[in-house]
T-cell receptor
Framework: QKEVEQNSGPLSVPEGAIASLNCTYSDRGSQSFFWYRQYSGKSPELIMSIYSNGDKEDGRFTAQLNKASQYVSLLIRDSQPSDSATYLC????????????FGTGTRLLVSP | DTAVSQTPKYLVTQMGNDKSIKCEQNLGHDTMYWYKQDSKKFLKIMFSYNNKELIINETVPNRFSPKSPDKAHLNLHINSLELGDSAVYFC?????????????FGSGTRLTVV
């Protein structure tokens, strides 16, 4: 089993729709969870962090965490073509020193 | 201005050569990392340093040797380059080893071994 699993996509949504990105992780001890956005040829950019079960909203982005199910998701409301990118889920593994363990990412395509 | 800067941005070299990548952060962070992103876009940690001390060393060939002269700098030297080393190498930093605020990544170094 991979440490972090994401559907590679592409996930195609029309402009203005809600994009839902999902992630499951294997390390039950993970406490911190991050979503990064990576445009093609660019570096990962932190867009959301979540530490407690439930929802966390920041503008058009909502992160959802369910530690019991080892599941974290990212919702993007009112999707824009500029949101087209790969979204990487990164729980923080706590075995030894903490480190971010990345999923392979979900490619999102928002069509005008 | 750049928070985490890496040089060079592109590196094309022949098999068997030795090369170095440099990284500097001006965020005042204590912890720095090297990640490798392969052709399938999988981002995998290689090394982590906290205040100049190596704290994470994943299963990486010993041809790769990181060096941290101070907490703001983390360099990566690669000996006897192989075709499989071709990838994008990202440097990153975080406030501390807990990484609570997430990591800030550099712009990456695209290494191509021919």
């Amino acid at each position: 089993q991979k440490e972090v699993e994401q559907n590679s996509g592409p996930l195609s949504v029309p402009e203005g729709a809600i994009a839902s990105l999902n992630c499951t992780y294997s390390d039950r001890g993970s406490q911190s969870f991050f979503w990064y956005r990576q445009y093609s040829g660019k570096s990962p950019e932190l867009i959301m962090s979540i530490y407690s079960n439930g929802d966390k909203e920041d503008g058009r982005f909502t992160a959802q965490l369910n530690k019991a199910s080892q599941y974290v998701s990212l919702l993007i409301r009112d999707s824009q073509p500029s949101d087209s990118a790969t979204y990487l889920c990164a729980p923080s593994a706590i075995t030894g020193f903490q480190k971010l363990v990345f999923g392979t990412g979900t490619r999102l395509l928002v069509s005008p | 201005d750049t928070a985490v800067s890496q040089t060079p941005k592109y590196l094309v070299t022949q098999m068997g050569n030795d090369k170095s990548i440099k990284c500097e952060q001006n965020l005042g962070h204590d912890t720095m990392y090297w990640y490798k992103q392969d052709s399938k876009k999988f981002l995998k940690i290689m090394f982590s340093y906290n205040n100049k001390e190596l704290i994470i060393n994943e299963t990486v060939p010993n041809r790769f040797s990181p060096k941290s002269p101070d907490k703001a700098h983390l360099n990566l030297h690669i000996n006897s380059l192989e075709l499989g080393d071709s990838a994008v190498y990202f440097c990153a930093s975080s406030q501390d080893t807990g990484g609570a605020g997430g990591y800030t990544f550099g712009s990456g170094t695209r290494l191509t071994v021919v």
